[in-house]
């Protein structure tokens, strides 16, 4: 075995470091990576142009490719217009409509970022639960689940994926082809749907009896109930006399009531009234809350509720204020702000009625909670309002506002374009990174999207993730580090046949991608990996690809993003996720190692 | 009317104002009784509270919460006293305690280290240098206390809205001053500085008795509709959920009360 060098030591240290702040996250894990690629050439780890070739490799390449193909199905709709034959297909049938959406976003998710197919997904998902009555929670784990699944179809699935090929060049290896994944891919979402559609009762969360599952399904369709009922008041006609001025804010704060229209003498009537206006005497108030706060307010502030709504009967028809869930999208301009510091009531004139987040519904001083991805925010305003915020962006809606600026007449370009990628990966062989760019700028020239709007599709955050990780990857195998610690590994595991060691391989990178991303995960162990395959006479190919797939089995703990983000909306707590993923992980597990047995002949 | 907090150092003649204060106003005049009354009601020995006020928290009680839970039975037990109003409090920190709450009145009472020093000398009858030490050490105690426990130090005046310092200005003289500023409209409780009032003392009870049970949590109020916020998930949380449920019959004063877990699950970026 090589002696161990002070190099070596040095790059032990910094993936230690690495490992270290992706668990603890002093700093945002991509900014770890920028820490790794400036330090490691001041350490003389990697000469500097090494340091950053991450930026211009064929992975990151194809990454922003990606994102932008991705981003261009989109703007185009396509999601929307997969939904209705889904639904025809399926029927009533929830078995068949989980089926039917699980391949759907696999198959997307198998050409585009897993999480960006799981947002593009969402809406659609809550519609088509609305309408068939079918509760959330039974249908976001199993088609979140598959889109994670569907970034192992092809070598453009996921990130991991997408590096691997870069990752195992230095050991001159073969690399693998776009599709040379997708049988073992199909095996695992196949066996991943298949668990859902057999053993979903057991390990999806809902109560024992029909009645209870019923009631909690009408529970999760209907926000109303949660925050309560439409009410109408009017206030006494000395409401005002001896008395400070009590503003909308003021009743919102004491009797978490939200006021959603007011008359004003004569005879207007505002919806969503500003915080500051004052409330005035012998008017009437359209209130949404439950009713003992309801009633509550009415006694303390000498208000009358009336026993049906009469003053607002017609523009309740007319003007229909609506309740909706919208839910924080990922890198939404509202993550990590309140909705106090957004301004949001007072710069839509919505009223934001209470929050769901990790199965608990927050109803109090929720203007101070700092929003997160996949907060399901329930909103109260006009129609017209709330189709102001939505062309803001950064928040996904359940229902339909149709204001989107799709461009449906652009569908069959976008599909071209795609194909065209495709076509040049697979018939003429052309590098993936330059294919991808292809399809992306194809889109771009026939105004799919814009320029701009591909580059702002772009997430830099995993842009710097990846470059920055790749000399650390590099440095672990040029100063043989990772030589080193393979072997030390083989020596305390004995002799071990290629089929055990691909196993602990499978469950190594799977318990990595837990606590750290999924990418530090990959950079970290491929060349760990291919050097004890190597030693231990198994396929180095088939090590690297054990990772690639592996980092992707993320189910136990809702740290994929994916999960993260359908946590909110599906009302599911962790408990959810650590009984229905573990039973996928395992199963994830099994079928990969059986499926390279299998198709690979290991 | 207002509450008067009255922030002094030792031998400064501030527990004198401050009686003479609350007979002039008659309001009542609180400092050790805060102490028993906390030690009454959450079963802590009243050395343990007193050393918890005074002293400040070592690097271990830093990370043991050691002290800051015999600060929040105090708190409790303050708060609990004054929320009826006109007052005059000389104990500690009280500024800290209460802070936020616009009918305050904040006094900060200072005098000569050499007056003090005499002061000490004739009252427990022991040397200069002796009384010097004692006090030097205990000004040091408290700047330490309240740096380290709440970022600030008590000799910064902004903290307060009057300092007076006792020399040609004399006892009678700070009396008659402080008597007058606590007049001004601008410290009467309003409805809803006293409503803020309230709420702190609801916040202050419900966090002491759930931290008597051992629920480490932090609690808000807003016009009685309470935010139990722990970092507790599974089994703990539904404890947590079931005790805050028997708090509402226990409690009066809550209107509304939710229980969050801010127990957060990290995401990765890709």
């Known amino acids: ?56 490799s064929n992975a990151v390449v194809s990454i922003i490719a990606v994102i932008i193909i991705g981003a261009g199905l989109d703007k185009t709709g396509l999601i929307n217009s997969l939904v209705s034959p889904i639904v025809k297909i399926a029927g009533q049938s929830e078995s068949r409509i989980i089926i039917g959406f699980s391949v759907a976003i696999a198959f997307i998710s198998s050409f585009m970022q897993n999480i960006g197919a799981a947002a593009l997904f969402l809406p659609a998902l809550q ?12 249908l976001l784990m199993p088609i979140g689940f598959s889109c994670i699944l569907g970034g192992t179809i092809t070598l453009v699935g996921s990130s991991p994926l997408i590096l691997l090929n870069d990752l195992m060049a230095p050991f001159k290896l073969k690399p693998f082809g776009m599709f040379d994944v997708t049988p073992l891919g199909m095996l695992l979402l196949a066996s991943g749907i298949l668990c859902f559609i057999f053993l979903g009762r057991f390990i999806l969360p809902q109560g024992g009896g029909k009645e209870d599952q ?20 009017r206030t006494s006609d000395d409401f005002t006399d001896y008395r400070d001025p009590i503003h909308i804010e003021d009743l919102k704060r004491r009797y978490l009531v939200n006021i959603v229209a007011v008359t004003t003498p004569p005879d207007s009537r505002i919806f969503s009234p500003v915080s500051d206006t004052v409330v005035r005497s012998g008017i009437d108030m359209l209130v949404c809350g439950r009713g003992k706060d309801v009633q509550r307010m009415a006694a303390e502030e000498g208000m009358r509720v009336k026993d049906q709504v009469e003053a607002f009967k017609n523009d309740m028809a007319s003007q229909a204020p609506v309740t909706v869930e919208a839910v924080v999208a990922p890198r939404s301009q509202f993550e990590g702000k309140t909705l106090d510091r957004i301004n949001f009531q007072e710069r839509f004139r919505i009223s934001p009625m209470a929050i769901y987040r990790q199965g ?14 996949g907060d399901a925010i329930l909103i109260h305003g006009p129609v017209k309002r709330l189709q102001a915020l939505q062309s803001e962006g950064g928040l996904l809606f359940t229902t339909a506002l149709d204001t989107e600026s799709l461009r449906p007449e652009k569908a069959i370009l976008a599909a071209f ?37 591909a580059y702002q599709s772009v997430d830099w ?35 071990v046949s290629p089929i055990v060691l691909l196993s602990i391989i499978g469950l190594l990178a799977t318990a990595f991608s837990l606590v750290i991303s999924n990418v530090g995960a990959t950079v970290l162990l491929v060349p760990l990996v291919i050097n004890m395959a190597i030693a231990a006479n198994a396929d180095p190919r088939m090590a690297a690809l054990v990772v690639g797939m592996a980092t992707s089995n993320s189910f136990i703990l809702p740290t994929h993003q994916v999960n993260a983000l359908y946590m909110g909306p599906g009302h599911y707590r962790s408990i959810d996720f650590m009984k229905a993923g573990t039973l996928i992980s395992v199963v994830f597990l099994v079928a990969l190692i059986g499926g390279i047995y299998l198709f690979y002949g290991i | 009317m207002a509450i008067i907090t009255l922030s002094r150092g030792s031998y400064s003649k501030g527990k004198e104002i401050a009686e003479k204060v609350a007979a002039c106003m008659n309001y009542d005049c609180l400092s050790r009784e805060v102490i028993l009354e906390a030690s009454d009601r959450f079963n802590i020995p009243e050395i343990k509270l007193e050393k918890a006020i005074h002293d400040a928290p070592s690097i271990l009680e830093r990370f043991t919460h050691g002290k800051s839970d015999y600060i929040t039975y105090y708190q409790s037990a303050l708060t609990r006293r004054v929320r009826k109003d006109n007052v005059v409090y000389h104990g500690l920190a009280g500024h800290i305690f209460l802070g936020g709450i616009s009918h305050l009145l904040k006094v900060r009472i200072i005098s000569d280290l050499s007056m003090r020093v005499r002061n000490k000398m004739e009252t427990e009858n022991i040397s200069e240098q002796d009384a010097r030490a004692i006090i030097l050490k205990d000004d040091h105690e408290r700047r330490n206390w309240t740096q380290k426990l709440y970022g600030v130090d008590p000799w910064d005046s902004s903290l307060y809205d009057l300092v007076i310092f006792i020399d040609k200005i004399t006892v009678e003289d700070a009396v008659n001053i402080i008597c007058r500023v606590a007049g001004f409209k601008q410290f009467k409780a309003t409805r809803e500085s006293q409503q803020k009032m309230d709420d702190l003392a609801l916040a202050c009870e419900i966090k002491a008795l759930l931290l008597n049970e051992h629920f480490d949590v932090s609690v808000t109020s807003d016009y009685g509709n309470v935010v139990i916020s722990a970092k507790a998930t599974g089994r703990q949380l539904q404890k947590l959920n079931e005790r805050a449920t028997q708090l509402i019959s226990e409690v009066s004063g809550i209107n509304n009360l939710e229980v969050h877990s801010e127990a957060t699950q990290r995401q990765t970026v890709i």
Do not use: C
């Open chain 1, 461 to 495: 955050r995993t842009i710097f993730l990846l470059a920055g990780l790749i000399p650390l990857g590099m440095a672990t195998e040029k100063t043989g580090a990772a030589a080193w610690i393979a072997q030390t590994v083989l020596s305390m595991l004995g002799p």
């Open chain 1, 127 to 138: 519609r088509v639960g609305k309408s068939l009555k079918i509760p959330l929670s039974k």
């Open chain 1, 360 to 373: 608990e519904v927050y109803r109090a001083e929720i203007g101070n909670m700092i929003l997160r991805v």
């Open chain 1, 214 to 233: 019923e009631k909690a399904a009408d529970h999760k369709l209907d926000p109303i109930r949660e925050i309560g009922e439409i009410y109408e008041l």
């Open chain 1, 1 to 56: 075995m090589q002696p161990l060098t002070t190099d070596m030591i040095l790059v032990m240290l910094m993936i230690g470091i690495a490992v270290f702040l992706f668990i603890v996250e002093w700093v945002r894990v991509d900014v770890v990576a920028i820490i790794m690629m400036v330090v490691l050439p001041l350490l003389h780890l990697v000469s500097p142009s090494e340091a950053f070739i991450g930026l211009s």
């Open chain 1, 417 to 453: 374009w795609g194909a065209v990628a495709l076509s040049m990966m697979m018939i003429f062989n052309i590098q993936l990174s330059v294919s991808l760019m292809t399809g992306a700028l194809g889109m771009i020239l026939t105004r799919v999207l814009t320029i701009d709007e």
